[in-house]
């Protein structure tokens, strides 16, 4: 299913997200380079009461 609106990201790759830990930092440290092939992360979600682990596919943006 992936991310939904109103999730909560509590841990990206088993980091968790507190003060002082950017999520945009994690996400460009797991990029290395602009051709980087895509690859799975794996994300904690609070959704709806419960957290939810959840493999994502994570790639680099296309350039124009």
Do not use: K
């Not at 797991?30 to 682990?53: I, L, M, Y």
């Amino acid at each position: 299913v992936g991310l939904q609106p109103g999730d909560v990201i509590l841990s990206f790759n088993d980091t968790v997200l507190r003060e002082g830990v950017s999520l945009f930092s994690l996400l460009m440290e797991c990029t290395s380079g602009s051709n980087a092939s895509p690859h799975e992360v794996f994300v904690r979600v609070w959704r709806g009461g419960c957290v939810h682990s959840i493999e994502l596919t994570h790639a680099a943006a296309p350039v124009n």
